[in-house]
């Protein structure tokens, strides 16, 4: 016990064991930061995508509503307008590449034009 104590006692040692629960302090810290990050950028994504998707439908609606006879493009290009008007943060977190949201909302016409009973070639 008195071996202990006197390398305990060590001014030399101290500094030595106190520097190392440093590091290992931080590397628990970091890990725990980032497995934390991950989670929450997980689910931050998934809240963008689904409102992004959310509001293309919704423009797609809306726009067939104003009148489903105006034709694809047009009805294209409100939905996305809609979209980039009621949901910027989530196209700017999401960043869509070109033509995703076109893609998005020719899906979403077709789905709603099906509801109403209206076949559109593919």
Same mark, same amino acid.
């Given at each position: ?44 994504? =998934?809240? $963008?995508?689904?409102?992004? $998707? ?6 797609? =609606?809306?726009?067939? =509503? ?6 694809? =493009? ?7 307008? $809609? ?40």
């Amino acid at each position: 016990m008195d071996v202990l104590n006197g390398l305990l006692a060590d001014a030399g040692l101290q500094e030595a064991l106190i520097g190392l629960f440093g590091i290992i302090l931080t590397i628990i810290i970091r890990r725990a930061s980032a497995a934390f990050t991950a989670a929450t950028g997980i689910a931050i994504e =998934e809240k $963008h995508q689904r409102a992004l $998707h959310s509001a293309i439908k919704s423009g797609i =609606e809306a726009a067939i =509503e104003d009148g489903p006879e105006a034709g694809l =493009e047009q009805i294209k290009a409100a939905a996305i307008f $809609h979209a980039q008007q009621s949901v910027p943060d989530a196209i700017k977190a999401l960043v869509p590449g070109d033509g995703v949201l076109d893609r998005l909302a020719v899906r979403y016409y077709r789905e709603a034009m099906e509801r109403m009973g209206v076949s559109i070639p593919q």
